[in-house]
């Protein structure tokens, strides 16, 4: 018999025993496709998002005036549960028993000791799907190796591509969490799928490291074929010039063009107003172009220097040149494009106020996402889902 | 243990992405996925684009699209034909998934839009990918790894502070475009299997791109904040606005080590100073800081600026491996800055059978790729086949829907195939 969904993952039970990103992230985009998503912490442990990591509202600390953990957790359930203790253990089975998928990032090894293993998952129900993430995965030398996403970053080689060639390379922040992010909704989906076909769960390792490495497999094959370490080098590009980012009106503001062939150099000098580059043997060709590319740069920099970014933008645009805002974070919330996607839904927090949860990079004709509540507050849902959530949980499999 | 199962092995995908997303149809690939890559006659421009083996510019050598289109089957087709039009409807009888990148609008004027082919088959599931998604103010603007870098707001925030925001050399946004164009379709197909339904997926690259951002629009949701590019420092990790180095130079490259607090980062930061005062470097307000008060959400710089003093100083005395191996060992917080090279000989990913080397015949040569992103339990996540030359599967997938050799030479002649 065929459902009826409405939305991707309605239906769709998710106990989150995980914290800061990597693991929440999951779990937040499962629950704006309708999943019934519960993140479990407890007071002697809140997610470190909560504890000690900027922003808080108004720059004043407190639990549930984390920014960061707001636009990780939006529309779930949170409950605390004290894994140290026996009745905690005991409340953490219940939620599982409940659970269609269990999403947990803690360093490999410690869900068992604490008595919530694979094992006993699946003793408690066996179609459970367990999904880890961690930085290095479950096996292997390094195992139980911990570390954050700027660290692994540099370890998937992220780092050392960032920068320019004489200084020395940039880092990218927690940049390789959100990769394991999307992976992780994968193969969470996939293994959703794997069940709707067979009724079996499973258990699914995911390393950070890993799935960094995905996003780097053109430098890792000119390595392996042609012996050469990709090199960090600003903004340049083997074959594109201009290719870079320019100086434009106003305090640190800048746009970015980049010029693959001929057509487009000739429409960049045409809304400069320069018509004579196009002639001018140093910009001819795009070996001409990428030999004087201190030149190209000179020219095109004294051009936007007189414009606004988004008077660039619009105007290289309309006449068909690839360019771009340098956009701040600013610029992204009165992004045009990104309110007319919904981007950004305004949701109301208690102690927050005023707030934005992210969307979905993709919409779905059928089945849009919503989200219609913000993060909520420590253990705020424990009475709702222990008793209300469980108990309807147990009358169902009854 | 039972064998795994190619959880998509009875799901057809036709693939007409460019190089901006490639990763998707890889991506289900690697789930065991038939993905049929699309080329035009003659094979994609997008063959042209990034380094070739052994430097050799060439279509059937490109290591771009080695990385991204293998587990892909392949075919040309032109369907600027109304016979190459015919035959993709044809083909998409019997397809689940459609992926592709054409400017929106382009495939609804050849009557291949979501509208028609969800005629042929009410149960597909199409994804569009563009550089600004379907509708909108930018929907016809165009996008390159630079721009789409720079219209996500990654941009802003890498760079050093006296020099232009930067990309990362090797392109980036392109796989999150893909990887979330993935993401997006996989769900959709999920869904299909629940309910029968399919539907169209409208993937925006430069929303892609802004989940690369992390949590940090919430500096400016929450306070205004707006976080600038500050090189090789972490920003945005202490109320006072002080910032952290994150890469140091050490004797044979550079490492990654941060100021952190919570537990890890305050056994990390006890642990270097042991480590430093093994050397005889550690300094006396150093030797006796006590950690465990140390609160990095209300540090001041000046304190920061001590303490990376003297890593600074000590870093430059070790050497990438020495750092690794003790970091490993001491269960620090941090790792080197690697390449390529240090990927590939990492001990880690070995043990984990990460490597597959792959035969190459038309080179002479085996090539070595990651075989998977996630290890299953009962789903097979691999390397199955490397990426196809120009129209190498014309005969069979074209022969699944009855044409003959003497057919397809006849459609090659007029430049359909």
Same mark, same amino acid.
């Given at each position: 018999?065929?459902?009826?969904?409405?939305?991707?993952?309605?239906?769709?039970?998710?106990?989150?025993?995980?914290?800061?990103?990597?693991?929440?992230? *999951?779990?937040?985009?499962?629950?704006?496709?309708?999943?019934?998503?519960?993140?479990?912490?407890?007071?002697?442990?809140?997610?470190?998002?909560?504890?000690?990591?900027?922003?808080?509202?108004?720059?004043?600390?407190? !639990?549930?005036?984390?920014?960061?953990?707001?636009?990780?957790?939006?529309?779930?359930?949170?409950?605390?549960?004290?894994?140290?203790?026996?009745?905690?253990?005991?409340?953490?089975?219940?939620?599982?028993?409940?659970?269609?998928?269990?999403?947990?990032?803690?360093?490999?090894?410690?869900?068992?000791?604490?008595?919530?293993?694979?094992? /006993?998952?699946?003793?408690?129900?066996?179609?459970?799907?367990?999904?880890?993430?961690?930085?290095?995965?479950?096996?292997?030398?390094?195992?139980?190796?911990?570390?954050?996403?700027?660290? !692994?970053?540099?370890?998937?080689?992220?780092?050392?591509?960032? %920068?320019?060639?004489?200084?020395?390379?940039?880092?990218?922040?927690?940049?390789?969490?959100?990769?394991?992010?999307?992976?992780?909704?994968?193969?969470?989906?996939?293994?959703?799928?794997?069940?709707?076909?067979? %009724?079996?769960?499973?258990?699914?390792?995911?390393?950070?490291?890993?799935?960094?490495?995905?996003?780097?497999?053109?430098?890792?094959?000119?390595?392996?074929?042609?012996?050469?370490?990709?090199?960090?080098?600003?903004?340049?590009?083997?074959?594109?010039?201009?290719?870079?980012?320019?100086?434009?009106?106003?305090?640190?503001?800048?746009?970015?063009?980049?010029?693959?062939?001929?057509?487009?150099?000739?429409?960049?000098?045409?809304?400069?107003?320069?018509?004579? !580059?196009?002639?001018?043997?140093?910009?001819?060709?795009?070996?001409?172009?990428?030999?004087? /590319?201190?030149?190209?740069?000179?020219?095109?920099?004294?051009?936007?220097?007189?414009?606004?970014?988004? /008077?660039?933008?619009?105007?290289?645009?309309?006449?068909?040149?690839?360019?771009?805002?340098?956009?701040?974070?600013?610029?992204?919330?009165?992004?045009?494009?990104?309110?007319?996607?919904?981007?950004?839904?305004?949701?109301?927090?208690?102690?927050?106020?005023?707030?934005?949860?992210?969307?979905?990079?993709?919409? !779905?004709?059928?089945?849009?996402?919503?989200?219609?509540?913000?993060?909520?507050? *420590?253990? /705020?849902?424990?009475?709702?889902?222990?008793?209300?959530?469980?108990?309807?949980?147990?009358?169902?499999?009854? | 243990?039972?064998?795994?199962?190619?959880?998509?092995?009875?799901?057809?995908?036709?693939?007409?992405?460019?190089?901006?997303?490639?990763?998707?149809?890889?991506?289900?690939?690697?789930?065991?996925? +038939?993905?049929?890559?699309?080329?035009?006659?003659?094979?994609?421009?997008?063959?042209?684009?990034?380094?070739?083996?052994?430097?050799?510019?060439?279509?059937?050598?490109?290591?771009?699209?080695?990385?991204?289109?293998?587990?892909?089957?392949?075919?040309?087709?032109?369907?600027?034909?109304?016979?190459?039009?015919?035959?993709?409807?044809?083909?998409?009888?019997?397809?689940?998934?459609?992926?592709?990148?054409?400017?929106?609008?382009?495939?609804?004027?050849?009557?291949?839009?979501?509208?028609?082919? &969800?005629?042929?088959?009410?149960?597909?599931?199409?994804?569009?990918?563009?550089?600004?998604?379907?509708?909108?103010?930018?929907?016809?603007?165009?996008?390159?790894?630079?721009?789409?870098?720079?219209?996500?707001?990654?941009? &802003?925030?890498?760079?050093?502070?006296?020099?232009?925001?930067?990309?990362?050399?090797?392109?980036?946004?392109?796989?999150?475009?893909?990887?979330?164009?993935?993401?997006?379709?996989?769900?959709?197909?999920?869904?299909?299997?629940?309910?029968?339904?399919?539907?169209?997926?409208?993937?925006?690259?430069?929303?892609?791109?802004?989940?690369?951002?992390?949590? &940090?629009? &919430?500096?400016?949701?929450?306070?205004?904040?707006?976080?600038?590019?500050?090189?090789?420092?972490?920003?945005?990790?202490?109320?006072?606005?002080?910032?952290?180095?994150?890469?140091?130079?050490?004797?044979?490259?550079?490492?990654?080590?941060?100021?952190?607090?919570?537990?890890?980062?305050?056994?990390?930061?006890?642990?270097?100073?042991?480590?430093?005062?093994?050397?005889?470097?550690?300094?006396?307000?150093?030797?006796?800081?006590?950690?465990?008060?140390?609160?990095?959400?209300?540090?001041?710089?000046?304190?920061?600026?001590?303490?990376?003093?003297?890593?600074?100083?000590?870093?430059?005395?070790?050497?990438?491996?020495?750092?690794?191996?003790?970091?490993?060992?001491? +269960?620090?917080?941090?790792?080197?800055?690697?390449?390529?090279?240090?990927?590939?000989?990492?001990?880690?990913?070995?043990?984990?059978?990460?490597?597959?080397?792959?035969?190459?015949?038309?080179?002479?040569?085996?090539?070595?790729?990651?075989?998977?992103?996630?290890?299953?339990?009962?789903?097979?996540?691999?390397?199955?086949?490397?990426?196809?030359?120009?129209?190498?599967?014309?005969?069979?997938?074209?022969?699944?829907?009855?044409?003959?050799?003497?057919?397809?030479?006849?459609?090659?002649?007029?430049?359909?195939?």
């Amino acid at each position: 018999m065929m459902e009826t969904a409405r939305q991707v993952f309605e239906g769709i039970k998710v106990a989150e025993f995980a914290a800061v990103a990597a693991g929440p992230a *999951i779990g937040k985009h499962m629950a704006d496709h309708g999943a019934c998503v519960v993140h479990v912490e407890s007071h002697e442990r809140p997610d470190g998002f909560r504890l000690n990591y900027p922003p808080y509202k108004d720059n004043k600390y407190g !639990l549930n005036r984390a920014g960061s953990f707001a636009i990780c957790n939006n529309n779930k359930y949170d409950v605390t549960i004290d894994l140290k203790a026996k009745e905690g253990v005991d409340r953490a089975l219940e939620l599982i028993e409940w659970a269609d998928v269990v999403i947990e990032n803690f360093t490999p090894g410690t869900i068992k000791k604490l008595g919530i293993g694979y094992e /006993e998952m699946k003793r408690v129900n066996p179609r459970i799907i367990l999904f880890s993430t961690c930085n290095q995965g479950q096996t292997g030398p390094h195992a139980n190796h911990p570390g954050f996403g700027s660290h !692994l970053s540099s370890l998937c080689g992220f780092t050392y591509v960032t %920068g320019y060639p004489d200084r020395l390379p940039c880092i990218l922040g927690p940049y390789v969490d959100f990769i394991a992010v999307g992976y992780g909704v994968i193969a969470v989906t996939a293994a959703l799928e794997h069940r709707r076909r067979t %009724g079996e769960g499973q258990w699914i390792d995911l390393a950070q490291y890993e799935t960094g490495v995905q996003f780097m497999i053109p430098a890792l094959l000119e390595y392996g074929t042609n012996h050469r370490v990709v090199e960090r080098e600003g903004n340049r590009h083997p074959f594109a010039v201009p290719h870079n980012t320019y100086r434009c009106k106003g305090d640190d503001r800048w746009c970015a063009i980049s010029v693959f062939n001929d057509e487009e150099w000739k429409a960049l000098c045409e809304c400069m107003g320069r018509e004579e !580059l196009i002639s001018d043997p140093r910009f001819k060709t795009i070996p001409a172009r990428k030999k004087h /590319e201190d030149d190209v740069d000179r020219e095109v920099g004294n051009w936007t220097a007189q414009l606004t970014a988004e /008077e660039v933008f619009k105007k290289l645009q309309e006449n068909g040149v690839k360019a771009g805002i340098v956009q701040t974070l600013a610029d992204l919330f009165a992004d045009p494009q990104l309110k007319h996607r919904g981007f950004w839904t305004p949701l109301d927090h208690p102690e927050i106020g005023r707030c934005h949860a992210e969307g979905p990079p993709f919409a !779905l004709s059928k089945t849009p996402f919503k989200i219609d509540r913000p993060a909520p507050m *420590i253990g /705020e849902h424990n009475e709702l889902v222990f008793k209300t959530f469980l108990t309807a949980g147990k009358k169902e499999k009854d | 243990m039972e064998e795994k199962v190619k959880l998509l092995k009875d799901c057809r995908v036709l693939d007409f992405t460019n190089e901006t997303a490639f990763l998707c149809g890889k991506i289900l690939g690697d789930l065991g996925a +038939d993905v049929v890559k699309v080329e035009k006659p003659g094979g994609d421009e997008s063959r042209n684009l990034g380094s070739f083996f052994q430097d050799i510019p060439h279509p059937e050598k490109n290591l771009y699209w080695f990385s991204y289109n293998h587990n892909k089957r392949g075919i040309t087709l032109n369907i600027e034909t109304e016979t190459g039009r015919e035959i993709l409807r044809k083909l998409v009888e019997n397809t689940d998934i459609v992926l592709e990148t054409f400017a929106p609008g382009y495939l609804e004027k050849s009557g291949l839009g979501y509208a028609a082919l &969800s005629e042929i088959n009410p149960k597909l599931v199409m994804t569009s990918v563009t550089p600004f998604g379907q509708s909108g103010p930018y929907k016809d603007y165009k996008g390159s790894d630079l721009v789409l870098t720079a219209m996500s707001g990654l941009m &802003s925030s890498l760079g050093d502070r006296d020099k232009p925001p930067i990309r990362t050399t090797l392109p980036q946004s392109y796989m999150w475009i893909g990887m979330h164009a993935a993401m997006g379709t996989l769900m959709a197909y999920y869904h299909r299997g629940r309910t029968g339904e399919g539907q169209h997926v409208d993937v925006s690259g430069q929303a892609g791109v802004i989940w690369a951002l992390n949590h &940090s629009p &919430s500096f400016y949701d929450l306070n205004k904040e707006v976080p600038r590019r500050e090189g090789s420092y972490i920003t945005g990790r202490s109320i006072t606005g002080a910032i952290f180095r994150a890469v140091y130079p050490c004797q044979d490259g550079y490492v990654t080590f941060v100021i952190y607090g919570g537990p890890a980062g305050k056994r990390t930061n006890r642990r270097l100073v042991e480590w430093m005062d093994s050397k005889g470097m550690a300094p006396d307000d150093l030797k006796n800081k006590d950690w465990d008060k140390f609160d990095i959400a209300a540090v001041a710089q000046e304190e920061v600026d001590r303490i990376e003093d003297a890593c600074m100083k000590f870093f430059t005395t070790v050497t990438k491996k020495e750092f690794f191996e003790h970091v490993l060992e001491n +269960d620090m917080l941090g790792y080197p800055v690697a390449t390529a090279k240090e990927i590939l000989e990492d001990e880690q990913l070995k043990a984990r059978g990460l490597w597959r080397e792959v035969e190459h015949e038309g080179l002479g040569t085996k090539i070595t790729y990651p075989a998977f992103s996630t290890v299953f339990s009962s789903i097979a996540c691999d390397f199955w086949r490397r990426a196809p030359l120009i129209g190498e599967h014309n005969r069979e997938v074209y022969g699944e829907i009855g044409l003959n050799d003497s057919d397809i030479l006849r459609l090659k002649r007029a430049n359909v195939i």
